[in-house]
């Protein structure tokens, strides 16, 4: 009740070049598995420097005082009424908040990104560490396959 497969020889052909492909994939697995553990690390450096700067700002203190004084520092002109230099000084005030708003808000992008590029460097990790045997495997089957075509062959003589 054994049945054999008899196949010609383009099919035979086709096996054996698509077998060729497969055996090239797998030998570029390993070599394509170090160009993703550079990306992860990469992103992970990324992620953490774009993080860092935050974290530094958010744990240095504020020294009100000192801020107070160095917009304080200016002396009143003579020449210019007092009512003109307050609604100038005031302006100076607005702006400079309005300057460190916009820096908050680029150090918050910053968090922001840092965060996805870790999320992604995390991700890619765990997709690295899942197929990073795959191509030993696939030489494997591949080796197996070769075997098995080649006793094929030899039967057919």
């Given at each position: 009740m054994d049945k054999r497969i008899e196949l010609s020889q383009e099919e035979k052909a086709l096996l054996e070049k698509g077998l060729a492909k497969y055996e090239k994939d797998a030998r570029r697995c390993k070599g394509m598995n170090f160009i993703l553990a550079g990306l992860v690390c990469f992103l992970f450096v990324l992620g953490i420097e774009g993080i860092s700067h935050v974290l530094n700002t958010l744990y240095t203190p504020f020294d009100q005082q000192a801020f107070i004084e160095s917009l304080g520092c200016e002396e009143i002109p003579e020449d210019v009424p007092f009512k003109y230099w307050i609604v100038g000084y005031v302006n100076k005030v607005a702006v400079i908040s309005e300057h460190n708003r916009r820096i908050g808000a680029v150090e918050q992008f910053e968090a922001c990104l840092g965060l996805i590029e870790l999320a992604f460097g995390v991700?890619?990790?765990?997709?690295?560490?899942?197929?990073?045997?795959?191509?030993?495997?696939?030489?494997?089957?591949?080796?197996?396959?070769?075997?098995?075509?080649?006793?094929?062959?030899?039967?057919?003589?």
């Open positions: 991700l890619g990790l765990v997709f690295l560490v899942n197929r990073w045997n795959d191509g030993k495997r696939n030489l494997v089957i591949a080796k197996v396959l070769r075997q098995h075509l080649n006793d094929f062959g030899k039967e057919d003589c």
